[in-house]
Nanobody, 118 residues
Framework: QVQLVESGGGLVQPGGSLRLSCVAS????????MAWYRQAPGKQRDMVAA???????YYVDSVKGRFTISRDNAKNTLYLQMNSLKPEDTAVYYC????????????WGQGTLVTVSS
């Protein structure tokens, strides 16, 4: 059974940085294109970045140049480096398969809360 555990969130001032991690168990992420999603209060969950099995990356326009997605298949871990954070980045962040290329897992993790505020 797939289990995804996100961590690394917290409270950060505008312009600050955070690095999120997602550790997977029950599957090997090396076999999947993976993505980070976020859900702000009162809004739907949207994908913000994806990385293919070949490590090609995709970003939504709002995070391009500020966020970097990466993967460590040996550690079965997905990362999201977030720089130059803005208040509008405030959300709960989740990882899952890249919805563009397949069906995402039903078993979402608990997410990690990122709050950008002065």
């Amino acid at each position: 059974q797939v289990q995804l555990v996100e961590s690394g969130g917290g409270l950060v001032q505008p312009g600050g940085s955070l690095r999120l991690s997602c550790v997977a168990s029950g599957i090997r992420i090396s076999g999947y294109s993976m993505a980070w999603y976020r859900q702000a209060p009162g809004k739907q969950r949207d994908m913000v970045a994806a990385v293919t099995r070949g490590s090609s990356t995709y970003y939504v326009d709002s995070v391009k140049g500020r966020f970097t997605i990466s993967r460590d298949n040996a550690k079965n871990t997905l990362y999201l480096q977030m720089n130059s954070l803005k208040p509008e980045d405030t959300a709960v962040y989740y990882c899952n398969q890249d919805i563009r290329v397949g069906v995402i897992w039903d078993a979402w993790g608990q997410g990690t809360l990122v709050t950008v505020s002065s």
